[in-house]
């Protein structure tokens, strides 16, 4: 059987915390009509989360557009009956109330699995309410889709029902606020790595700190330097200490100094966590999820995982943390609204990095290119670039598991 290639992403809550996943499945290779492959839906998909909060989370597994129903699995993952499942799992069937499709919606239903409906016009949500398509649960609509053409009325029968509302390819801030204020539960979370602030605008004190603290640690600077910073900045070393404790790191004990951290994590962890905090809401009020923050931690590992794992290179072991960096810091325009190159200029990168950072040069901006395309939903360029150099379906799929989880467990939702 043919398998297709996966892309994990998170879906957002209203209030922008990470609270669901989104499987999209790639164009098949050689095949219109590929299924996917059984161990893309395997018994241990939770598992292979770790003890995290996405192995509770909603999972909606869908093709490229409502049509691509070739991909959706036929039946529950194995192991679905367990104390704890990944639940629900949603599979979107077009939305046709001309053509409706009892036989799948019932075959999903004996399955275990939840039938969910994907609007492509204000028609199908108004024969929904009217009961011409009964048996889903869930209903997914294109976000702009919705703001454009489907009546406040409409929506507001989602909300008074309590039906699962899910808006996919949310471009911007602004359409996630209108989205998140009528009634929508889950989000995509395209708006959240785009700048829409000038890019040229000119830096702020607060970035100039952000700068200096990125420069300290990228130059592996001595503990009292690094000491100095956060005695300056104290919310630095909270949100720090907040980091650290919200992953195991083997301690029995909390954390709760830097000294401390660097005493257990070690130098190159504790540089990791440094280059993370960047993006911590450290200097800002009041605290609030902050995707930006996981966006750029899920990059990271899956980078790192991808470059490291599926892409053996003879010379990873040169710069062992450059995939993560890479990963890490290619949100940097959007965080301190300037081009990636005044950002480079004051940063003393290994020439790998910044090549791959600025040019998408190299296994490096390779690497970030599939990365950042999927974020978008631009699956066809992850599908053809993984398929070209090799890379199994099934071991992508489990990076992507890897990073995800491990990225759910950072606690910056709170």
């Not at 609270?19 to 219109?32: F, R």
């Not at 598992?47 to 409502?66: K, N």
């Not at 997914?140 to 409409?154: G, N």
């Not at 605008?201 to 200096?212: G, Q, V």
């Amino acid at each position: 059987m043919t398998t297709r290639y996966a892309f994990l992403r998170p879906l957002l809550a209203p209030n922008l915390a990470w609270a669901a996943i989104d499987l999209a499945l790639g164009a098949p290779q050689d095949s219109p009509s590929a299924p996917i492959s059984p161990n893309l839906v395997a018994a241990d998909f939770g598992d292979a989360f770790g003890p995290t909060r996405a192995t509770r989370w909603p999972v909606l597994i869908r093709g490229l557009h409502p049509d691509d129903d070739a991909g959706a699995p036929a039946r529950a993952p194995a192991g679905y009956g367990r104390e704890q499942p990944l639940t629900p799992f949603a599979v979107p069937l077009p939305a046709d109330p001309a053509n409706p499709a009892p036989a799948r919606i019932a075959a999903l239903a004996d399955a275990g699995l939840i039938a969910a409906l994907w609007h492509r016009e204000p028609s199908s949500f108004k024969a929904l309410i009217d009961g011409q398509l009964p048996g889903t649960g869930w209903d997914v609509v294109d976000a702009q889709l919705a703001r454009d053409s489907i009546s406040p009325h409409l929506l507001l029968h989602f909300r008074e029902e309590g039906r699962p509302l899910v808006g996919l390819q949310v471009a911007s801030a602004d359409l996630f606020d209108w989205c998140a204020s009528r009634g929508f539960t889950l989000l995509g979370a395209e708006f959240v790595s785009r700048p829409e602030v000038d890019p040229h605008s000119p830096a702020d004190p607060t970035k100039l700190k952000l700068l200096r603290l990125l420069s300290l640690v990228v130059q592996d600077a001595h503990t009292s330097e690094l000491e100095e910073v956060f005695r300056g900045e104290p919310k630095l070393l909270y949100n720090l200490l907040r980091l650290v404790n919200s992953v195991s790191v083997g301690s029995p004990t909390k954390v709760t100094s830097l000294s401390q951290a660097l005493l257990l994590l070690g130098r190159r962890q504790l540089q990791r966590w440094l280059q993370l905090l960047i993006y911590a809401n450290q200097f800002s009020q009041p605290q609030q999820p902050n995707p930006l923050l996981k966006q750029a931690a899920y990059r990271g590992s899956l980078l790192e995982g991808l470059l490291h794992n599926a892409i053996a290179q003879s010379n990873a072991e040169e710069c062992p943390d450059c995939a993560y960096m890479v990963g890490v810091f290619s949100l940097l325009p959007t965080l301190l609204h300037l081009p990636m190159a005044d950002i480079l200029a004051n940063l003393p990168l290994p020439e790998e990095v910044a090549a791959g950072l600025l040019h998408g040069e190299g296994i490096l901006g390779w690497g970030l290119g599939i990365v950042a395309a999927a974020e978008q939903g631009d699956f066809d360029i992850g599908t053809k670039a993984l398929a070209q150099a090799g890379v199994d379906p099934v071991q992508w799929l489990r990076i992507q598991q890897q990073a995800f989880g491990w990225t759910s467990q950072l606690d910056t939702d709170n």
